[in-house]
């Protein structure tokens, strides 16, 4: 079975500072997707970046970027320049790329809370 | 263009009662999933609609059901309700499966009190 293992329950960082969240996953898929999801206090989920696992680059979006290892089954996020609104609930999330494959049926880690101090 | 929506936002029910919640998709996802993010327990993937039809279900008891209508809308109905499916119930919408490139878009969810 896959699994998605979110191994900070809480992290902080200061204000324009940068921080390291963690992830492993287990699978004996190839092919598949990586996320990184933000639920701030609203609840509502926000994709914050994407990883193909056929990509070897690493994503980056903004002050966000991954450091994805394949072979040790590792997708970190990195934060830079954090921000008060960085403040959520970060998980982790994979999804096979098989064909046919919903890439909605994700399977989550426990998550991450982030505190972001002033 | 509008997003996920989900309603009611809040719902207290009863123990025994049934529950309705609704998802309506961002336009042009036919795709609808349901997930229970309870307390503790992170995100756990309940059921997967497409073109109408149920194509998966997570590790759910068959009182957790739902339909998507020909509009792709859904509804998640949760009947005999216990104490534990108390949770925030989150819906997301995507393109079918197959398509690279794709990810899921989320609704803000409804939370369900059981009490």
């Known amino acids: 079975a896959q699994t998605v293992t979110q191994s900070q329950p809480e992290m902080s960082v200061q204000e324009a500072e940068t921080v390291t969240l963690s992830c492993t996953y287990d699978?004996?898929?190839?092919?598949?997707?990586l996320f990184w999801y933000k639920q701030p206090p609203s609840r509502q989920m926000i994709l914050v970046i994407r990883q193909e696992a056929y990509k070897q680059q690493n994503a980056t979006e903004n002050r966000f970027s991954v450091n994805f290892q394949k072979a040790a089954k590792s997708f970190s996020l990195k934060i830079s320049d954090s921000q008060l609104g960085d403040a959520a609930m970060y998980f982790c999330?994979?999804?096979?790329?098989?064909?046919?494959?919903?890439?909605?049926?994700?399977?989550f880690g426990q998550g991450t809370i982030l505190t972001v101090h002033p | 263009e509008a997003g996920v929506t989900q309603s009611p936002t809040h719902l207290i029910k009863t123990r025994g009662q049934q529950a309705t919640l609704r998802c309506s998709p961002i336009?042009?996802?036919?795709?609808v999933y349901w997930y229970q993010q309870a307390l503790g327990l992170g995100l756990q993937f309940l059921l997967w609609y497409d073109e109408g039809e149920e194509r998966n279900r997570g590790n759910f008891p068959p009182r957790f059901s739902g339909r998507q209508f020909p509009n792709y809308s859904s509804e998640l109905n949760v009947n005999a309700l216990e104490l534990e499916d108390s949770a925030l119930y989150l819906c997301a919408s995507s393109f079918p499966g197959g398509r690279r490139n794709t990810e899921a878009f989320f609704g803000q969810g409804t939370r369900l009190t059981v009490v």
């Open positions: 699978t004996s898929e190839s092919d598949y997707y």
């Open positions: 336009s042009g996802h036919t795709s």
């Open positions: 999330a994979w999804v096979p790329n098989a064909g046919g494959t919903s890439y909605g049926k994700l399977t």
